[in-house]
């Protein structure tokens, strides 16, 4: 039972390494000639203007957080999904009923424009 | 038998350590990250337990969805950059006298349980313990209501969204209306 | 004790086999991409360095190690150094539950061409998927420049939309499976003798589309619009940190084939594989090497699409789709069984 995931530790120390190496062989290889101009943040040539953070649409989150929601839901259909032949009618068509009003939450965001990216 | 017991001490430690690191981080994202990695160990915890559906469902769940959306929150408003403001006077002092007292009970239930007496359960779980089969299963059997109260749940969560920007979409329609230039 | 020693050792190689072939197909592909999108504008791509320019992935490589590392005066050290390990990590680890061949009795030994084939297979990848995005965040912010944040918000809030219909799309595999081990699904199809793909057509191009837009592919490469955002948030990177967003993107472009491949094109799946199982390596990776050269196509002929386009594609299409998609596939279930 846990070997498969015995398998899985090891392969991601493994792989830990993997990108570290790259990085650190170019870390002592490469010149390393800093001055100020080079180090300035990029904005198209100019000295950049301003704070990095600007106000960033509302639209952003509210994406997140409709994506927690539907994320769950699709997380309760996987063992649904799993165990489909186990069951009688009634069981599966819970899992159907289960869609069908998520599906209408979505229909409603839609209607209400919830969806609109402006 | 050891083994499983020494993984668990490290990944506990881990655990605190990242715990700990949540609260004392200046910065949000650091704090937001430790929160992140105290979920993975969690989840190689229930993997331990035998419970590797959970550990899955905990990374994507909270790891990959709830802490993204907090992240996302964080980066929006701009609230690393915050000044800290301390206007916690009393519950600094509380917070500590309570932790305390509930890392004394703790304490207190550790020693006076007998940890050396074996617990009552069984020997060996059958094979397909907390297969994702069994599970879709039981939630469809047992858990059938509860299953079907998280769809109206989720569906009150998704109205609370709508609610929470129409009101924001109203107010930026009023505004443009009031000086067009500006939208 | 000894068991323990023979499954280290054991996934130990199998490891390290599986990065570097990970990482050729990484070097190669960079190269097959010029190639492929040269001969689609009728150039010649790369040819200087060795014969038909096969050198050029190595010329590349030795080239990003000699370059100069920088980082802006107001970049969060930590984490400007993190993000490109952060990136790369999922796109390796993800790989690590595809089964690329049947298993194979050599002498009463079991060779088993899977790192690991977990019960949860599918939710795996799903939850290697999610954890992603962290790396792309972190490096638009940590970079401290206007245009990396903002090319790391559209990227985080591109793959969370798509993630949706992505995940969606695996549910009809597995109701067909009625298993989460990749490994059934693949013995799945052959037990059927037809691939998901052509009971699952609107699944299986949904997954291969939001595979697209998850790995931040043409035509849903906004946050390397290089018009409007530079390079998005990998702006201010350079040399081999550069080096490690560019292979993230590559492997993860492998690894969403080898998804599509097990989960919809029969995997491993071929004639006379289970007469000879190494078999089931050339017919996975030609599968593979099919749906990169399409990546690589479409590249080469759709133009981008607009950012409001694209997150309305992705909930105003995609996501109803796909749940129509699982409750359609549900539906018919019951009335066969």
Redesign the interface.
Same mark, same amino acid.
């Given at each position: 039972m846990l070997n498969p995931w015995l398998y899985i530790g090891i392969f991601l120390i493994v792989v830990f390494i993997l990108p570290g190496v790259p990085v650190l062989i170019s870390a002592l290889i490469a010149p390393r000639k800093p001055n100020p101009i080079k180090n300035a943040t990029y904005e198209c040539g100019v000295e950049t203007v301003g704070d990095t953070w600007v106000q960033f649409k509302v639209q952003y989150y509210v994406f997140a957080l409709l994506f927690v929601i539907f994320d769950v839901e699709s997380i309760f259909l996987f063992p649904w999904a799993v165990a489909y032949n186990q069951m009688n009618l009634f069981m599966a068509l819970e899992g159907v009923l289960f869609i069908l009003i998520l599906t209408g939450g979505l229909a409603y965001i839609w209607k209400k424009g919830g969806l609109e990216w402006v | 038998m050891t083994v499983q017991v020494a993984l668990f001490i490290a990944l506990a430690a881990v655990a605190i350590v990242a715990a700990i690191g949540l609260l004392r981080a200046k910065n949000a994202v650091y704090a937001a990250l430790c929160l992140v990695s105290n979920f993975g160990v969690v989840a190689v915890l229930y993997i331990l337990l035998g419970a590797p559906f959970l550990a899955m469902v905990q990374i994507t769940v909270y790891a990959g969805a709830i802490m993204v959306l907090f992240v996302f929150v964080i980066m929006l408003l701009g609230a690393e950059h915050l000044e800290h403001e301390d206007h916690l006077l009393l519950q600094g002092p509380l917070g500590w006298l309570l932790g305390l007292g509930l890392a004394g009970l703790v304490t207190f239930a550790a020693i006076s349980a007998n940890l050396s007496a074996p617990a009552e359960l069984p020997a060996e779980v059958s094979a397909n313990f907390g297969s994702p089969g069994s599970i879709g299963h039981l939630l469809l059997t047992e858990y059938v209501f509860p299953f079907e109260v998280i769809s109206f749940l989720l569906l009150a969560a998704m109205v609370g969204a709508v609610v929470l920007t129409l009101v924001q979409r109203e107010k930026k329609a009023r505004r443009s209306l009031r000086n067009p230039q500006q939208s | 004790m000894n068991e323990?020693t023979v499954?280290?050792i054991?996934? +130990?190689i199998? +490891?390290?086999v599986?990065?570097l072939v990970l $990482?050729t197909g990484f070097a190669y592909m960079t190269y097959a991409e010029r190639k492929v999108i040269a001969g689609i504008q009728v150039r010649r791509g790369p040819n200087r360095i060795g014969p038909l320019g096969l050198l050029q992935p190595a010329a590349d490589g030795v080239k990003?190690?000699?370059?100069? !590392?920088?980082?802006? *005066?107001?970049a !969060?050290k930590l984490?400007f150094?993190l993000a490109?390990?952060i990136t %790369?990590?999922p796109a390796?680890?993800i790989m690590?539950v595809i089964p690329v061949a049947p298993d194979w009795i050599v002498n009463g030994y079991t060779v088993r061409f899977v790192?690991? !084939?977990?019960?949860?297979g599918?939710?795996?990848l &799903?939850?290697?998927? %999610?954890?992603a995005?962290?790396g792309i965040?972190?490096a638009g912010?940590a /970079?401290? %420049?206007?245009?990396s944040?903002m090319g790391g &918000?559209r990227s985080? +809030?591109q793959v969370? /939309?798509y993630?949706?219909a992505f995940? $969606?799309s695996m549910?009809g595999p @597995? &109701?067909l499976a009625? %298993?989460?081990s990749l490994r059934d699904i693949v013995h799945a199809q052959e037990a059927r003798g037809i691939w998901f793909m052509f009971l699952q057509p609107i699944g299986f191009l949904l997954f291969f589309i939001t595979g697209l837009a998850e790995l931040n592919r043409a035509p849903f490469d906004m946050p390397e619009a290089e018009q409007e955002l *530079?390079a998005g948030y990998f702006?201010?990177y350079s /040399? @081999?940190?550069f080096?490690?967003f560019f292979?993230a993107e590559y492997i993860k472009m492998i690894a969403v084939s080898g998804m599509v491949v097990t989960l919809y094109m029969g995997g491993y799946l071929g004639p006379f594989v289970n007469q000879f199982p190494p078999l089931g390596i050339a017919y996975f990776s030609a599968k593979v090497f099919f749906l990169l050269f399409t990546m690589i196509w479409i590249r080469g002929t759709l133009p981008r699409l607009r950012?409001?386009q694209l997150? /309305?594609f992705g909930?105003?299409f995609a996501?109803?789709v796909a749940?129509?998609n699982? $409750?359609a596939t +549900?539906?018919v279930?019951?009335y066969v069984?």
């Open positions: - | - | 323990v499954i280290i054991d996934a +130990a199998k +490891a390290a599986m990065a $990482l990003l190690f000699l370059k100069e !590392d920088m980082m802006p *005066t107001g !969060d984490m150094n490109p390990i %790369s990590i390796l680890v690590a790192v690991a !084939d977990l019960n949860v599918v939710l795996y &799903l939850a290697i998927g %999610s954890i995005v962290y965040v972190l912010w /970079s401290d %420049s206007k245009y944040m &918000l985080t +809030a969370i /939309s993630e949706l995940g $969606l549910v @597995m &109701l009625q %298993s989460m *530079t702006t201010e /040399s @081999m940190r080096g490690m292979m950012y409001d997150m /309305s909930w105003k996501l109803p749940m129509l699982v $409750l +549900a539906i279930l019951v069984m």
